[in-house]
């Protein structure tokens, strides 16, 4: 087979600025398979400056001559069973186009709604599949310096549910603390709420939340305050807050493959109420 580079790097200089009027021209040829800047010019990122472009042409160019080599090659010299080759191209092709009239069919009648019932429902009908493999709590954890006077009012304010209370904490936090975490309404992994300080390496990590709900730990200059307000341990279920996000996403993928049953159910029927199929016994 003949082979044959053509590329035409004059011309690109003008083509970069003027990509309308260029799509036909080739930038690379082996054989008969030819490559068009109009190829390229559909994939190029906008807004690049002239030599980017043509980095990005040259680039492209090598790759598909990589690419049509190792492919002619492959044709020459690998042992294809034909009729094994011809099945996956056919079983692919199948894949594909049911895959696209799928997509295409659950976004005209798939409906993305989901109700809070809904999703309480699936928990208490699903609690095993909800199993904790960490420890979660719902916590205020407070970085500060170690000459903190404040330990007394820390632990009061951080214990109180009152809304101004909750204000002087973080008004605290803001003006002295070196981070923290304060929405202890909301459930978090244990594990990464202490990633990086002392209470990382606890050795028994249930016994500590069992037993501890106000702790502090100090190590260098910094003391680090925790406050539990409420925590679950690995292998108890998760709390519905928790896992309402997953559970959203089971639910969607559970009504996706609902949703393409019934579609299949209903070409089965429409095809043999129409004849349209024959089981040989």
């Known amino acids: 087979m003949r082979f044959v580079i053509a590329v035409i790097w004059a011309s690109l ?53 990589r690419r049509q080599l190792l492919y002619k090659n492959a044709e020459k010299n690998a042992k294809i069973d034909e009729k094994e ?36 429902d699936f928990y208490e009908k699903n609690g095993k599949e909800f199993e904790l493999r960490q420890n979660i709590v719902r916590a205020i954890f407070i970085k500060i310096g170690q000459n903190n006077k404040d330990k007394e009012l820390l632990s009061k304010l ?57 702790s502090e730990m100090k190590e260098g200059e910094f003391s680090y305050v925790l406050y539990v307000k409420e925590y679950k341990i690995s292998e108890q279920n998760a709390p519905l807050e928790f896992v309402k996000d997953r559970i959203k996403s089971m639910i969607l993928n559970e009504r996706k493959t609902l949703l393409i049953k019934k579609l299949e159910d209903q070409l089965y029927k429409d095809a043999e109420k129409n004849k349209e199929f024959e089981i040989f016994k």
Request: glycine letters at 2%; charged letters at 35%; one cysteine or more.
């Open 13 to 65: 200089l003008v083509a970069c600025g003027k990509k309308d009027e260029n799509q036909s021209k080739k930038i690379a040829q082996i054989g008969d398979k030819v490559l068009y800047y109009s190829e390229i010019s559909e994939v190029m990122p906008r807004k690049l400056s002239k030599n980017d472009s043509l980095e990005f042409i040259q680039r492209y160019q090598e790759n598909w001559i």
């Open 85 to 120: 080759l011809n099945k996956k191209l056919e079983d692919y092709k199948y894949a594909l186009i049911t895959h696209e009239f799928e997509k295409q069919y659950v976004a005209k009648n798939f409906s993305e709604k989901i109700t809070d019932q809904e999703i309480k």
């Open 158 to 214: 951080m214990a109180s549910d009152k809304p101004e209370d909750k204000q002087e904490l973080a008004k605290y936090c803001n003006e002295k603390a070196v981070s923290y975490h304060l929405q202890d309404s909301t459930w978090i992994d244990f594990d990464e709420l202490t990633r990086q300080t002392p209470l990382e390496g606890i050795p028994n990590k249930i016994n500590f939340l069992k037993n501890n709900k106000f």
